[in-house]
């Protein structure tokens, strides 16, 4: 008995899954225990595989929705600083005044901590609000554009400057959020100290795990009648709205959803980096996403997880050796995968595939006439040009 095109897409997904799990949750803690990975590294990489998450949710909406969102960082900040605030919290009455808030109000000639800080003294109230809160504000900026249909290149500029009035808005000190210095100097989480190393090893099989499991997330999304719908957005819009789909709904709905990865990458990343500013929530964090899912290939999940990590391995790498050539390098591969790479990476085997293919094709094509085709030109060959009869006749 044959499979059916749902039952392949799940036995792929289970078997990409196994691989990574494979890699992530087995190999490389492996290789940390043995020492030939070490401590620093699997950090960095742990780094890396929160990003990850955050290409997910940029290609769920750009992608497969085709909605370019410029502002992702928007939610991936949100996610941060929510995170961020629990942390600070954590590490209360352990800063250089020994104050219950955190030293920055104190500069700040702050006495008392805000009321918007208090909730986040509770652990599961910041992991709720590092999810729940950005996708409540991509809810809304949704509700308010995608229901005046407001979409394109419309859209992409105006999230372009969300995002940059939110970027000002996070440098204010009046936010009380740590203006341009942002929120740092984290001790623990749970009382546990982030400095530890078991500590960043439990952080990172977290995170990988995480990320299998919202890959995991993603791929049963699209591969179901919503991703379906999502697809048909993206090609033929107006025919769908023809025939009578709430648009608007499903763009809030994964535009939502988009936003909760955002902000659960954001999350992860605060508590292994150590520091969130204004700086990492601005216009160019969402033109790198960007960049991330279109090196690594639209439309496809793993490949925006390979740009993720692969732009973010090398930017580590070559901003240590070559920092002043890293933005030149950034918008070079931006320019490679648009004129050479339409597909990313992800879409490299079959762009080489199709290309073989026509070579062989044209090279298996015989250069020769068809019979017919030399048959008549031997008959107009034989015939006399001057006086219409046959070469040799009286």
């Keep these: 008995m044959q499979s059916t095109p749902i039952e392949k897409s799940r036995q792929r997904t289970l078997m990409t899954a196994g691989v990574l799990a494979l890699i992530l949750l087995i190999g490389l803690p492996v290789g940390n225990a043995y020492g030939w990975i070490t401590d620093y590294s699997l950090n960095l990489f742990s780094k890396y595989l929160a990003l990850a998450i955050l290409a997910l949710g940029m290609d769920l909406i750009w992608g497969y929705t085709g909605i370019l969102s410029l502002g992702q960082a928007i939610f991936f900040g949100l996610g941060a600083y929510a995170m961020g605030m629990y942390l600070m919290l954590e590490s209360s009455g352990k800063g250089v005044y ?8 104190v500069w700040n000639r702050v006495t008392e901590l805000p009321l918007y800080w208090v ?76 400095s530890e190393p078991g500590t960043q090893w439990t952080l990172y099989m977290l995170t990988a795990f995480l990320l299998i499991a919202c890959y995991v997330g993603c ?3 699209t591969g179901s009648k919503i991703g379906l719908i999502m697809t048909a957005i993206r090609d033929q819009e107006p025919r ?64 925006a997880m390979i740009g993720a990590v692969g732009i973010n391995a090398a930017r580590s790498v070559l901003t240590a050796h070559f920092p002043e050539w890293w933005p030149i390098i950034l918008g070079g591969l931006f320019v490679i995968v648009v004129l050479l790479l339409p597909n990313g990476i992800a879409g490299l085997p079959r762009q080489l595939w199709n290309g073989l293919q026509r070579l062989r094709s044209r090279s298996t094509a015989s250069p020769q006439p068809a ?11 034989s015939v006399n040009p001057s006086t219409g009869s046959a070469a040799g006749g009286s």
Excluded at 98 to 105: L, Q, R, V, Y
């Design 98 to 105: 020994g104050e219950a808030i955190p030293d920055f109000m």
């Design 119 to 194: 909730p986040f003294k509770s652990f599961p109230i910041a992991v709720i609000g590092s999810i729940l809160v950005p996708a409540a504000a991509a809810a809304v900026i949704g509700f308010l554009t995608f229901r005046r249909r407001v979409g394109g290149t419309y859209f992409a500029i105006l999230t372009q400057a969300i995002a940059f009035a939110t970027w000002l808005m996070f440098n204010r000190n009046e936010m009380n959020l740590g203006g341009t210095n942002g929120l740092t100097d984290f001790k623990s989480v749970l009382g546990f100290s982030l």
């Design 219 to 221: 791929r049963w999304l």
């Design 240 to 303: 769908l709205r023809f025939l009578g789909y709430p648009i608007a709904q499903y763009k809030i709905f994964i535009f939502s959803v988009a936003g909760a990865l955002s902000g659960l990458a954001g999350a992860l990343y605060v508590t292994q980096v150590g520091i969130i500013t204004p700086s990492q929530i601005g216009v160019l964090p969402s033109l790198e996403i960007v960049v991330w899912v279109a090196f690594g290939g639209r439309n496809s999940l793993i490949g």
């Design 371 to 381: 019979p017919q085709t030399r048959q008549r030109v031997v008959e107009r060959q």
